[in-house]
């Protein structure tokens, strides 16, 4: 796609007849390539600190402090806000995360391979082991200073979330989906998600708790949306034929879920091994699609 600002240009953009493009690469180099207010919706869930190893350098989310953490994502972010048109919005998926405690790695873990972890970041400054660092929530705000608006915290409820074998505290259930959007008055379509009044007998807005259930998915090894999560935030956030865009595009459930949707996508990840398995869920999908003769 070409546009006024001569230097903006990636190879490709999403048509009718091809709705996804998946952009290979570091999303910092790739989304400056992007033109100005050219996707309307943006859903993501970016690598989480010391979490998971994505094995391939240039990742987010090993980074030695949490402060360069963020830092690298509030910068991703301030592209996205450039990209996304005046009237867009920005859902993005995060969960909290506790200090290691010192420990400088993880085993693999036989459930969940992603989990092995070569190295585990250090305490940050002024917390203490054990500590919840509230990186959602530092995430959030240091987002909002950069200029976008905060506008709702939605508790994504997992009821089939992973056993914990802590005997001090809860276990954790929930993570957090922020929307945020690029200007005061944004594209917003309420009714398209309303939910059921308990009598049942009439709609009302939706609420700021979602309970959905996590998705096994057996390819990657790592946590991909479900995609009752990602359904909402496309349904309220762009209308058919709109672009949605996902910079850190995994496993590509936002492409997915954008195809059933109708509406285009725009996917950039640094793993080739990941894009294949997105490129492999996304033409089953469009095979869905076609109507059987
Ligand atoms: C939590 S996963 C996203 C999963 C995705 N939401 C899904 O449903 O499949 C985060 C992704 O960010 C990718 N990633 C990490 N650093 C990146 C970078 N610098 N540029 C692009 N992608 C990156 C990882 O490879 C991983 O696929």
Redesign the pocket.
């Known amino acids: 796609m070409r546009s006024q600002n001569a230097d903006r240009q990636v190879d490709g953009w999403p048509t009718e007849d091809n709705p996804l493009i998946i952009l290979h ?4 180099e ?1 989304i400056r390539r992007l033109p100005d207010s050219s996707v309307q919706c943006v859903v ?5 600190w010391g979490v ?1 190893d ?1 094995k ?1 350098s ?4 090993a980074e030695a402090s949490l402060d360069e953490y963020l830092e ?1 994502l509030v910068d ?1 972010f301030r592209e996205v806000r450039r990209v996304l048109s005046p009237d867009g919005t920005f859902w993005l ?1 995060i969960g909290n995360t506790y200090t290691s405690g010192g420990r400088k790695w993880r085993d693999e873990d036989d459930k969940n391979r992603g989990r092995a972890m070569s190295y585990r970041p250090p305490t940050p400054p002024g917390l203490k082991k054990k500590d919840l660092i509230g990186v959602a929530w530092l995430l959030a705000l240091a987002c909002q200073r950069d200029g976008w608006y905060l506008r709702n915290d939605i508790i994504w409820y997992k009821p089939n979330c992973q056993p914990e074998s802590v005997k001090d505290r809860f276990t954790v259930a929930h993570e957090y989906l922020f929307l945020f959007s690029k200007s005061e008055r944004y594209s917003f379509n309420q009714d398209a998600i309303r939910e059921r009044t308990s009598n049942g007998n009439g709609l009302k807005n939706k609420r700021t708790v979602w309970s959905i259930n996590t998705e096994p ?1 057996a390819e ?1 090894h ?4 479900p995609p009752a999560l ?1 359904r909402p935030c496309i349904l309220a956030g762009s209308r058919a034929g709109d672009v949605v865009l ?9 492409g997915t879920v954008a195809g059933e949707l109708g509406r285009r996508c725009v996917g ?4 080739s091994e ?1 894009i294949k398995i ?1 490129r492999k869920r996304a033409s089953a999908v469009q095979r869905a699609l076609i109507p059987m003769g």
């Open positions: 690469g570091d999303t910092r790739i993501t869930s970016p690598p989480y998971r994505y391939v240039g990742q987010i989310g690298a991703v998926n998915f990657a790592f946590a991909v949306f990602v996902d910079p850190f595009y995994g496993a590509g459930t936002v950039i990840e640094l793993n990941y997105a």
